[in-house]
């Protein structure tokens, strides 16, 4: 994505970065709302580690159409850092993690 002409990035990038935030915030949202039924807690996790997963993607798409957007100006925003993606594979790493938890052993 980071290749391709700028005004593809501009529309592919805050076109999937609204997109997958609105996916992501469901279950992030669902994970730490306190009226929520929390009670199996390895679903909990699976659905933060999702949540928190998706929504970094979604800043990874967003941070990428700002720095098109910002292209040749003076004070120009720069792409994303390594740190965002760490971020979401670590996310996604937990998310299967607990997901593999659940399944290994059922609630009773």
Known sequence: ??????QRRITWGFGLAI???????????ASVW?????????INTMLFGLGVGLCTIAYIFGRIAVAAVTEGRRNAIAP?????????GGGFVLAVLALAWAIAFPAS
């Open 1 to 6: 994505m980071t290749t391709s002409p700028r």
């Open 19 to 29: 997109g997958i935030g609105m996916i992501g915030f469901g279950p992030l949202f």
């Open 34 to 42: 306190p009226g929520f039924d929390h009670s199996p807690w390895d």
């Open 80 to 88: 994303p850092t390594r740190r965002a993606y760490l971020v979401a």
